[in-house]
């Protein structure tokens, strides 16, 4: 049986127990510990031997529910949050007010809505198969964009079979950011490692670079890498276990 769940964060995944605890007496607090959390782009379930992946678009809290007497659990995922006060006195989980008890049955937010979420069935955890489940919630909430454009502009160059602005393994690290440097200078790639250990990174970028460096987050340069060859040449870098490193190829 699954004791903890994992859930992606901001540059993270974080794993939390299914159950929040709880102390014997609440009689004292304002507020009753809740068995939801926060999601960014997915939550996964697993005793180690198999689990289940659910992938959301825009549906950032979930909680594991008890389902049945043998003990089975199900992912249960936030679709709306109404309420038809703005300030209740009488909730069983709270102690008096938490703003003013104005009337708001707008917030009810009846009428017709349209929610997106996917299932990946899995072996072992979240970081099975090159962390599959979360390579699979970021593929699911930024899917292929087609643009169609002129025949002219089409014919006018020969395009590779395959290509990439960015290629970094292994597939358990997260590219954040590609973007132009805030001082209008070379290309900024940010990595983080969503990983309980470090992990050797090899970027390689398919632009043209001379000069390669590790930023902090303000891309303040911080110390040089050692560039060999042509552009095609990878750049080796080892990110600490939850680690984020941002490099600025010029």
């Avoid at 992606?8 to 014997?24: K, L, M, S």
């Avoid at 025949?151 to 690290?173: F, M, W």
């Amino acid at each position: 049986m699954a004791e903890s769940v994992a859930a992606e964060g901001t540059f993270e995944v974080r794993a939390r127990p299914v159950n929040a605890p709880r102390p014997a007496d609440v009689s004292a607090w304002v507020e009753e510990p809740v068995n939801t959390f926060p999601q960014k782009r997915f939550v996964d379930i697993s005793d180690d031997t198999i689990g289940l992946g659910v992938l959301n678009r825009g549906l950032p809290e979930a909680e594991i529910a008890r389902a049945g007497a043998g003990g089975q659990m199900a992912v249960a995922l936030t679709l709306l949050r109404c309420v038809e006060w703005l300030s209740r006195g009488d909730l069983p989980n709270r102690s008096g007010h938490a703003g003013p008890p104005e009337y708001t049955p707008e917030a009810q937010c009846l009428g017709h809505h349209e929610f997106d979420y996917a299932l990946v069935p899995h072996a072992g955890d979240w970081r099975a198969e090159d962390a599959l489940v979360q390579r699979e919630a970021h593929a699911f909430n930024a899917p292929p964009l087609a643009v169609v454009v002129p025949a002219q502009t089409r014919n006018a160059a020969q395009l590779p079979t395959t290509a990439s602005l960015v290629d970094v393994t292994p597939g358990s690290l997260v590219v954040s950011a590609i973007k132009r440097g805030a001082d209008g200078h070379g290309l900024i790639i940010r990595v983080y490692n969503p990983l309980p250990e470090p992990v050797a990174a090899t970027i390689r970028p398919g632009i043209a670079f001379t000069q390669a460096y590790v930023t902090n987050l303000q891309e303040e340069q911080q110390a040089q890498l050692a560039v060999e060859g042509t552009a095609e040449t990878p750049l080796t870098i080892s990110i600490r276990a939850g680690g984020i490193v941002t490099v600025q190829l010029l």
